[in-house]
């Protein structure tokens, strides 16, 4: 059986305080019984994750991005080694922003995925086609590419540790989610890929999230998807009363 996970993406938002709150909050919500085989996640800014690890017992803590390289002389970067000594289990890498705004391709994101199985962290893997793509019927050919280029130099037994997100570009931060139909024909095609190369068990175990303006109000109907396997949630997770509703919409 796959896992159900709903993760909450932080963005480059909250302050160190309004962080450890909302954190307490999905906690809070969390320690009073998680919707039944439900993972949640919270991925804050790097800054919080030593004092939001120490708050969280019930809820898993993600970050948002690693280095490429395991230690040196990368002013900036923070490695998947530290990331795992500040409390993280899970890091969100090839979100589009990073690909679109720091220039993350596939053979980045490949030196990322070395980094995050060695340190025994949980790769949560984005993909997904921007609106021209989409447009122009494009967007089954670029999202089997993102995902050929990074998954299928892994092993099975590493692939197992992944999570993919499923992120249409023009659905994120825009209001525009994708509709469930939408949805489960890219989640059913990546599985169908997945399937492909790494065997029907693996492509069955693969739980794969879907991402872009997903909020209270329609995350049923995406999750009530058979290839949907829960969400990973940007503006709607700031907000914990909207984030557990989005956990209890299985
Ligand atoms: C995201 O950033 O991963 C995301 C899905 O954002 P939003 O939910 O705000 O569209």
């Known amino acids: ?21 909302l954190a307490k909050a999905v906690e809070a919500k969390a320690s009073h019984g998680l919707p039944q085989g439900v993972e949640l996640v919270v991925a804050p800014p790097f800054t919080h994750l030593s004092a939001v690890a120490a708050v969280l017992s019930k809820v898993g803590l993600s970050a948002q991005n690693c280095a490429t390289h395991d230690s040196g002389a990368y002013t900036g970067e923070v490695s998947a080694s530290m990331l795992k000594q500040a409390g993280a289990g899970y890091v969100i890498i090839g979100h ?14 490949s030196l990322k995925m070395a980094q995050l ?13 921007v609106l021209d793509e989409r447009e122009s019927g494009k967007h089954f050919e670029v999202v089997e590419a993102q995902v050929a280029n990074v998954l299928f130099q892994l092993s099975e037994e590493d ?19 994708a509709s469930p139909e939408q949805a489960q024909e890219m989640h059913a095609a990546i599985r169908g890929w997945l399937r492909g190369h790494f065997g029907d068990s693996a492509a069955a175990d693969c739980a794969i999230l879907y991402g872009g303006s997903c909020k209270a109000s329609n995350a049923q109907e995406l999750f009530a998807n058979p290839d949907v396997d ?11 009363d909207e984030f557990w509703a989005i956990a209890n919409s299985f």
């Open 230 to 240: 829960g969400g990973l949630i940007g503006g709607a997770s700031l907000n914990a």
């Open 159 to 177: 692939f197992r540790k992944v999570v993919i997100a499923y992120e249409p570009v023009w659905a994120i931060g825009t209001g525009r989610t």
């Open 117 to 129: 199985l060695k340190n025994g962290l949980t790769p949560i893997f984005c993909c997904g086609e």
């Open 96 to 109: 589009s922003e990073r690909r679109s705004y720091y220039g993350e391709t596939d053979q980045s994101l």
């Open 1 to 21: 059986m796959r896992k159900k996970i709903v993760a909450g993406n932080w963005k480059m938002n909250t302050s160190p305080q309004e962080g450890l709150a």
